[in-house]
């Protein structure tokens, strides 16, 4: 009995450890927010907010179109995650029950596209864009991070969908279901776990778009809050305190997000690793 509350406390300090080792980051974010410049660059950071510097704070923020860059960020991740996980849920059955000539340079070429760095392609990506009339545009942006986001969500999928054994289908396709509908009423809801891992993936690429924006975007009214955080930076002096209250802001609804499907990550990555 005493070694077993022993090992209990010693299980609650160490959760209460990494609690304090995820949460300090942004526990300071928000203590660097509520701390003026002459403060931060002064007397040195504060280690306890302080809550009557949060009228400036606010002051500051409603200066700049913060909501609408929160806007912006948002339509690139849910295009980029919803583009991600139809694409990747079609490519990824083809590749796991499909056999057909090139297979195999199919899934090389998709793997491949992971160790070609965002910056190699900005030129050509850009004069693509000018020709498509892209530029200037989330729609293009979305596009952008598909191409990215789309190889790694079609070889979750496909791990997942290798592991969904072929009796179910041939069970729904004798009941006359047609192959579309095996794919979306028979093979997507047993691989939930894997669906929510790529939807993660595919959401904080978009989510956390920069490069892109900052090269194609002209018009500040569709600046991501990634870029808008970036323009706070001048040349003689830089609004600490806004700048952290604007990534506050930016990082409550991915960690929000985050919190709500973590359990599902684990699962949806490992989903297809051992077959039993």
């Known amino acids: 009995m005493r070694g077993r509350a022993l090992r209990g406390v010693l299980r609650a300090l160490l959760i209460l450890l990494l609690v304090i080792f995820a949460g300090f980051p942004v526990y300071w974010m928000a203590t660097t927010a509520l701390s003026s410049n002459a403060e931060l660059y002064g007397s040195g ?15 500051e923020l409603a200066s ?9 960020t948002a339509v690139i991740a849910a ?21 057909f000539r090139g297979r195999g340079l199919v899934g090389f070429l998709l793997f491949m596209t992971q160790v070609v760095p965002e910056a190699l392609i900005l030129v050509p990506l850009y004069a693509m864009f000018i020709t498509m009339g892209l530029l200037n ?3 293009g942006l979305v596009l952008a991070n598909v191409a990215f986001s789309l190889p790694v969500a079609t070889f979750i999928l496909k ?19 047609p192959r579309l509908g095996i794919l979306t009423l028979v093979v997507l809801p047993l691989i939930a776990p894997s669906l929510a891992a790529a939807a993660v993936i595919a959401f904080f690429a978009g989510w956390n778009e ?24 001048g040349q003689y002096e830089t609004p600490m305190s806004a700048v952290m209250g604007s990534a506050f802001v930016f990082s409550i609804p991915a960690l929000v997000f985050f919190l709500l499907i973590q359990r ?4 949806g990555l490992t989903a297809g690793a051992v077959k039993g």
Not at 47 to 52: Q, S
Not at 79 to 99: C, D
Not at 264 to 267: G, L, Q, R, S
């Open 137 to 139: 545009s989330l729609t």
């Open 45 to 59: 950071q504060m280690f306890w907010p302080r809550p009557d510097n949060l009228p400036a704070l606010l002051g």
């Open 79 to 99: 295009g980029t995650t919803v583009l991600s996980i139809v694409l990747g849920a079609v490519g990824g059955y083809a590749l796991s029950r499909f056999r």
């Open 159 to 177: 791990g997942a969908m290798d592991a969904v054994p072929h009796e179910i289908e041939e069970a729904a396709t004798v009941d006359g279901c």
């Open 264 to 267: 599902k990550i684990v699962a």
């Open 64 to 72: 700049v179109p913060i909501l609408g860059w929160l806007a912006n």
């Open 210 to 233: 920069y490069l892109f924006a900052a090269t194609f975007l002209r018009d500040r009214g569709l600046w991501p809050t990634s870029v808008g955080l970036a323009s706070f930076i």
